[in-house]
Protein backbone atom coordinates (compact mmCIF):
# COMPACT_ATOMS: atom_id res chain seq x y z
CA UNK A 1 0.00 0.00 0.00
CA UNK A 2 1.29 3.24 -1.38
CA UNK A 3 1.92 5.64 1.63
CA UNK A 4 0.54 9.26 1.26
CA UNK A 5 2.22 12.39 1.05
CA UNK A 6 3.05 14.11 3.47
CA UNK A 7 1.02 17.45 1.83
CA UNK A 8 -2.11 14.95 1.70
CA UNK A 9 -1.74 13.59 5.25
CA UNK A 10 -1.39 17.01 6.96
CA UNK A 11 -4.69 17.64 5.06
CA UNK A 12 -6.81 14.59 5.83
CA UNK A 13 -5.51 15.00 9.32
CA UNK A 14 -7.08 18.54 9.36
CA UNK A 15 -10.18 17.47 7.95
CA UNK A 16 -10.72 14.56 10.32
CA UNK A 17 -10.05 16.96 13.02
CA UNK A 18 -13.16 19.53 11.21
CA UNK A 19 -15.49 16.76 11.00
CA UNK A 20 -14.95 15.52 14.72
CA UNK A 21 -15.52 19.08 15.86
CA UNK A 22 -18.47 19.15 13.75
CA UNK A 23 -20.06 16.18 15.10
CA UNK A 24 -19.15 17.27 18.38
CA UNK A 25 -20.40 20.66 18.40
CA UNK A 26 -23.74 20.11 19.18
CA UNK A 27 -23.01 18.19 22.22
CA UNK A 28 -20.25 20.92 23.69
CA UNK A 29 -23.50 23.77 22.92
CA UNK A 30 -26.15 21.44 24.66
CA UNK A 31 -22.94 20.78 27.27
CA UNK A 32 -22.12 24.91 27.77
CA UNK A 33 -25.67 26.06 27.84
CA UNK A 34 -27.70 23.26 29.97
CA UNK A 35 -24.70 23.19 32.68
CA UNK A 36 -21.78 25.45 32.82
CA UNK A 37 -24.29 28.89 32.27
CA UNK A 38 -26.44 27.47 34.68
CA UNK A 39 -23.58 26.51 36.88
CA UNK A 40 -22.56 29.71 36.29
CA UNK A 41 -25.16 32.16 36.91
CA UNK A 42 -26.60 30.20 40.28
CA UNK A 43 -23.08 30.81 42.02
CA UNK A 44 -23.29 34.40 40.61
CA UNK A 45 -26.85 34.60 42.00
CA UNK A 46 -25.59 33.33 44.84
CA UNK A 47 -23.99 36.16 45.67
CA UNK A 48 -26.80 38.77 45.35
CA UNK A 49 -30.34 39.75 47.40
CA UNK A 50 -33.33 39.19 44.76
CA UNK A 51 -36.45 37.94 44.67
CA UNK A 52 -37.43 37.59 40.90
CA UNK A 53 -38.97 40.88 40.59
CA UNK A 54 -37.41 44.05 42.31
CA UNK A 55 -33.77 45.03 41.30
CA UNK A 56 -30.52 42.92 42.20
CA UNK A 57 -28.34 43.87 45.56
CA UNK A 58 -25.05 42.62 45.53
CA UNK A 59 -24.64 40.98 49.16
CA UNK A 60 -21.38 39.68 48.62
CA UNK A 61 -20.90 36.25 51.34
CA UNK A 62 -23.81 37.24 53.56
CA UNK A 63 -26.18 34.36 52.09
CA UNK A 64 -23.67 32.01 52.60
CA UNK A 65 -22.59 33.23 56.27
CA UNK A 66 -25.87 33.25 56.87
CA UNK A 67 -26.97 29.79 55.74
CA UNK A 68 -23.67 28.37 58.47
CA UNK A 69 -24.05 30.58 61.49
CA UNK A 70 -28.06 31.50 61.32
CA UNK A 71 -30.60 29.21 59.57
CA UNK A 72 -31.36 26.86 62.44
CA UNK A 73 -32.72 24.18 59.88
CA UNK A 74 -29.72 23.99 57.64
CA UNK A 75 -27.89 21.51 59.79
CA UNK A 76 -30.64 19.35 60.49
CA UNK A 77 -31.37 19.07 56.94
CA UNK A 78 -27.32 18.47 55.76
CA UNK A 79 -27.44 15.35 58.33
CA UNK A 80 -31.00 13.75 57.14
CA UNK A 81 -29.81 14.25 53.42
CA UNK A 82 -26.45 12.67 54.55
CA UNK A 83 -28.69 9.82 56.42
CA UNK A 84 -30.62 8.88 53.51
CA UNK A 85 -28.12 9.04 50.66
CA UNK A 86 -25.97 6.71 52.84
CA UNK A 87 -29.26 4.28 53.55
CA UNK A 88 -30.24 4.61 49.98
CA UNK A 89 -26.83 4.07 48.64
CA UNK A 90 -25.74 1.13 50.31
CA UNK A 91 -29.31 -0.80 50.76
CA UNK A 92 -29.62 -0.15 47.07
CA UNK A 93 -26.55 -1.28 46.37
CA UNK A 94 -26.62 -4.46 48.47
CA UNK A 95 -30.14 -5.54 47.02
CA UNK A 96 -29.47 -5.00 43.38
CA UNK A 97 -26.38 -6.83 43.81
CA UNK A 98 -28.85 -10.02 45.17
CA UNK A 99 -31.43 -9.88 43.14
CA UNK A 100 -29.37 -9.35 40.06
CA UNK A 101 -27.16 -12.51 41.15
CA UNK A 102 -30.44 -14.71 41.66
CA UNK A 103 -31.96 -13.33 38.19
CA UNK A 104 -28.70 -14.68 36.48
CA UNK A 105 -28.98 -18.30 37.14
CA UNK A 106 -31.59 -20.46 35.49
CA UNK A 107 -34.93 -20.03 37.33
CA UNK A 108 -38.08 -20.63 35.34
CA UNK A 109 -40.05 -16.85 34.41
CA UNK A 110 -36.60 -15.74 34.65
CA UNK A 111 -37.49 -12.96 31.99
CA UNK A 112 -40.67 -12.37 33.93
CA UNK A 113 -39.07 -12.04 37.28
CA UNK A 114 -36.33 -9.06 35.38
CA UNK A 115 -39.36 -7.19 33.95
CA UNK A 116 -40.48 -7.55 37.49
CA UNK A 117 -37.77 -6.26 39.36
CA UNK A 118 -37.35 -3.84 36.74
CA UNK A 119 -40.93 -2.26 36.38
CA UNK A 120 -40.79 0.13 39.71
CA UNK A 121 -37.87 1.94 38.20
CA UNK A 122 -40.14 2.82 34.92
CA UNK A 123 -43.68 3.59 36.69
CA UNK A 124 -44.70 7.53 37.28
CA UNK A 125 -43.11 8.51 40.59
CA UNK A 126 -46.37 10.21 41.98
CA UNK A 127 -48.39 7.06 41.68
CA UNK A 128 -45.10 4.96 43.26
CA UNK A 129 -45.13 7.65 46.33
CA UNK A 130 -49.19 7.27 47.02
CA UNK A 131 -48.75 3.63 46.57
CA UNK A 132 -46.28 3.95 49.46
CA UNK A 133 -48.05 6.52 51.51
CA UNK A 134 -51.40 3.92 51.88
CA UNK A 135 -48.55 1.01 52.60
CA UNK A 136 -46.93 3.10 55.55
CA UNK A 137 -50.54 5.02 56.87
CA UNK A 138 -50.16 4.77 60.43
CA UNK A 139 -54.08 3.38 61.03
CA UNK A 140 -54.79 1.74 57.85
CA UNK A 141 -51.82 0.75 55.91
CA UNK A 142 -50.61 -2.82 54.98
CA UNK A 143 -47.18 -2.78 57.32
CA UNK A 144 -48.76 -1.64 60.18
CA UNK A 145 -51.66 -4.31 59.60
CA UNK A 146 -49.39 -7.47 59.88
CA UNK A 147 -47.41 -5.96 62.91
CA UNK A 148 -50.47 -5.76 64.38
CA UNK A 149 -51.82 -9.28 63.47
CA UNK A 150 -48.34 -10.25 64.70
CA UNK A 151 -49.26 -8.86 68.05
CA UNK A 152 -46.98 -5.48 67.94
CA UNK A 153 -48.45 -1.80 67.59
CA UNK A 154 -48.73 0.37 65.30
CA UNK A 155 -45.57 2.40 64.21
CA UNK A 156 -45.63 6.06 62.51
CA UNK A 157 -43.40 5.45 59.59
CA UNK A 158 -43.86 9.23 58.20
CA UNK A 159 -45.09 10.78 61.04
CA UNK A 160 -41.80 10.26 63.52
CA UNK A 161 -38.89 11.60 62.71
CA UNK A 162 -36.50 8.83 63.52
CA UNK A 163 -38.39 6.41 60.80
CA UNK A 164 -39.25 8.54 58.62
CA UNK A 165 -36.30 8.88 56.43
CA UNK A 166 -34.98 5.33 56.84
CA UNK A 167 -38.98 5.01 55.38
CA UNK A 168 -38.40 6.88 52.52
CA UNK A 169 -34.84 5.42 52.20
CA UNK A 170 -36.81 1.85 51.88
CA UNK A 171 -38.28 3.56 48.68
CA UNK A 172 -35.61 4.36 47.20
CA UNK A 173 -34.10 0.84 47.52
CA UNK A 174 -37.23 -0.89 46.07
CA UNK A 175 -36.74 1.96 42.96
CA UNK A 176 -33.27 0.29 42.28
CA UNK A 177 -34.36 -1.40 38.82
CA UNK A 178 -31.96 0.30 36.82
CA UNK A 179 -29.19 -0.84 39.11
CA UNK A 180 -30.26 -4.51 38.79
CA UNK A 181 -30.41 -4.13 35.25
CA UNK A 182 -26.65 -2.86 35.10
CA UNK A 183 -25.51 -5.55 38.27
CA UNK A 184 -27.22 -8.51 35.76
CA UNK A 185 -25.16 -7.67 31.98
CA UNK A 186 -22.05 -7.14 34.68
CA UNK A 187 -22.63 -10.93 35.76
CA UNK A 188 -23.18 -12.24 32.60
CA UNK A 189 -19.76 -10.65 31.43
CA UNK A 190 -17.98 -12.80 34.33
CA UNK A 191 -15.60 -14.77 32.68
CA UNK A 192 -17.10 -18.53 33.20
CA UNK A 193 -13.43 -19.95 32.93
CA UNK A 194 -12.84 -18.41 36.52
CA UNK A 195 -15.60 -20.46 38.30
CA UNK A 196 -14.94 -23.50 36.48
CA UNK A 197 -11.10 -23.07 37.37
CA UNK A 198 -12.01 -22.34 40.76
CA UNK A 199 -14.28 -25.29 41.33
CA UNK A 200 -11.24 -27.68 39.97
CA UNK A 201 -9.16 -26.38 42.93
CA UNK A 202 -12.41 -26.54 45.07
CA UNK A 203 -13.26 -23.37 45.35
CA UNK A 204 -17.04 -23.35 47.54
CA UNK A 205 -19.94 -20.75 46.00
CA UNK A 206 -18.67 -18.30 48.97
CA UNK A 207 -14.73 -18.35 47.58
CA UNK A 208 -15.96 -17.74 44.23
CA UNK A 209 -18.28 -15.15 44.99
CA UNK A 210 -16.11 -13.34 46.75
CA UNK A 211 -12.78 -13.63 44.72
CA UNK A 212 -13.84 -13.95 41.09
CA UNK A 213 -17.43 -12.44 41.27
CA UNK A 214 -16.65 -9.43 43.21
CA UNK A 215 -13.38 -8.37 41.49
CA UNK A 216 -14.98 -8.62 38.16
CA UNK A 217 -17.50 -6.36 39.04
CA UNK A 218 -15.92 -3.62 40.98
CA UNK A 219 -16.00 -0.95 37.84
CA UNK A 220 -20.15 -1.88 37.28
CA UNK A 221 -19.95 -1.48 41.49
CA UNK A 222 -18.27 1.71 40.95
CA UNK A 223 -20.42 3.61 38.61
CA UNK A 224 -23.57 2.04 40.64
CA UNK A 225 -22.39 3.68 43.70
CA UNK A 226 -21.46 6.79 42.03
CA UNK A 227 -24.62 7.32 40.20
CA UNK A 228 -26.44 6.50 43.00
CA UNK A 229 -24.77 8.93 45.73
CA UNK A 230 -25.21 11.62 43.10
CA UNK A 231 -28.92 11.00 42.97
CA UNK A 232 -30.05 10.09 46.75
CA UNK A 233 -28.02 13.39 47.34
CA UNK A 234 -30.31 15.50 45.47
CA UNK A 235 -33.49 13.31 47.05
CA UNK A 236 -36.52 16.19 46.76
CA UNK A 237 -39.50 13.89 45.16
CA UNK A 238 -40.30 11.99 48.60
CA UNK A 239 -40.40 15.62 50.88
CA UNK A 240 -42.85 16.96 47.82
CA UNK A 241 -45.09 13.90 47.31
CA UNK A 242 -45.29 12.51 51.35
CA UNK A 243 -43.88 14.57 54.41
CA UNK A 244 -43.36 18.24 52.94
CA UNK A 245 -40.24 18.17 55.23
CA UNK A 246 -41.62 17.28 57.91
CA UNK A 247 -42.05 16.02 61.05
CA UNK A 248 -39.66 18.31 62.16
CA UNK A 249 -36.69 18.18 59.55
CA UNK A 250 -36.98 14.38 59.54
CA UNK A 251 -36.99 14.78 55.33
CA UNK A 252 -36.08 18.52 55.62
CA UNK A 253 -33.40 17.45 52.22
CA UNK A 254 -31.26 20.02 51.27
CA UNK A 255 -33.37 19.85 47.95
CA UNK A 256 -36.17 20.45 49.55
CA UNK A 257 -35.14 23.16 51.33
CA UNK A 258 -33.76 25.09 48.21
CA UNK A 259 -37.19 24.72 46.65
CA UNK A 260 -38.83 25.89 49.48
CA UNK A 261 -36.65 29.06 49.76
CA UNK A 262 -35.73 29.98 46.32
CA UNK A 263 -39.82 28.51 44.56
CA UNK A 264 -41.61 29.11 47.53
CA UNK A 265 -40.33 32.22 49.65
CA UNK A 266 -38.53 33.48 46.76
CA UNK A 267 -35.65 33.96 47.76
CA UNK A 268 -33.45 33.27 44.77
CA UNK A 269 -30.08 34.42 45.61
CA UNK A 270 -30.33 32.26 49.12
CA UNK A 271 -31.44 29.39 46.98
CA UNK A 272 -28.76 30.19 44.83
CA UNK A 273 -26.03 29.45 47.77
CA UNK A 274 -27.78 26.32 49.14
CA UNK A 275 -27.45 24.56 45.49
CA UNK A 276 -23.63 25.96 45.46
CA UNK A 277 -23.50 23.98 48.97
CA UNK A 278 -25.15 20.99 47.80
CA UNK A 279 -23.14 21.03 44.65
CA UNK A 280 -19.71 21.39 46.37
CA UNK A 281 -20.75 18.55 48.67
CA UNK A 282 -21.42 15.76 45.92
CA UNK A 283 -18.28 16.92 44.36
CA UNK A 284 -16.12 16.10 47.88
CA UNK A 285 -18.13 12.79 47.87
CA UNK A 286 -17.32 12.33 44.25
CA UNK A 287 -14.21 13.28 44.90
CA UNK A 288 -13.45 11.11 47.94
CA UNK A 289 -14.61 8.18 45.86
CA UNK A 290 -12.75 8.66 42.78
CA UNK A 291 -9.60 9.24 44.53
CA UNK A 292 -9.76 5.56 46.90
CA UNK A 293 -11.12 3.59 43.82
CA UNK A 294 -8.02 3.13 42.58
CA UNK A 295 -7.56 0.29 45.63
CA UNK A 296 -10.44 -1.44 44.96
CA UNK A 297 -11.18 -1.06 41.52
CA UNK A 298 -10.12 -4.12 39.31
CA UNK A 299 -9.89 -4.70 35.38
CA UNK A 300 -9.32 -7.69 33.77
CA UNK A 301 -5.85 -8.24 33.26
CA UNK A 302 -4.80 -5.71 36.44
CA UNK A 303 -1.95 -7.31 38.62
CA UNK A 304 -2.61 -6.91 42.07
CA UNK A 305 0.29 -7.13 44.46
Same mark, same amino acid.
Request: with cysteine; glycine share 8%.
Given at each position: ??????????????? *???????????????????????????????????????????? #????????? /??????????? /??? *?????????????????A?????? +????????????????????????????????????F?????????????????????????????????????????????? +?????? *??????????????????????????????????????????????? /??? #?P???????C &?M? &????????? &????????? %????? %??????I?????????? &?????? *?
Open positions: MTALPKRHMIRYNRG *ETRAAWICLLPSVIGLVCITYIPMIASFTLSLFNWNGLGEMKYI #GLDNYIRLF /TRDTKFYGSLL /TTL *EYACLSVIGSIIYSMIIMLLNRK +VPARGFFRAVFYLPYVLPVLAVYLGWKWLFDYNHGLNYLIKLNGGTSVKFLDSSTMVTPSLALIAVWLSGNLIVIFLAGLQN +VPRTYH *EAAEIDGANAWHRFWKITIPCMTPIIFYNLLMSLVTNLQVITPALSL /TQG #GGTGSYFM &YL &YTQAFKSHK &YGYGSAIAV %ILFLI %IAVFTGLFATSKGWIF &YEGDEK *E
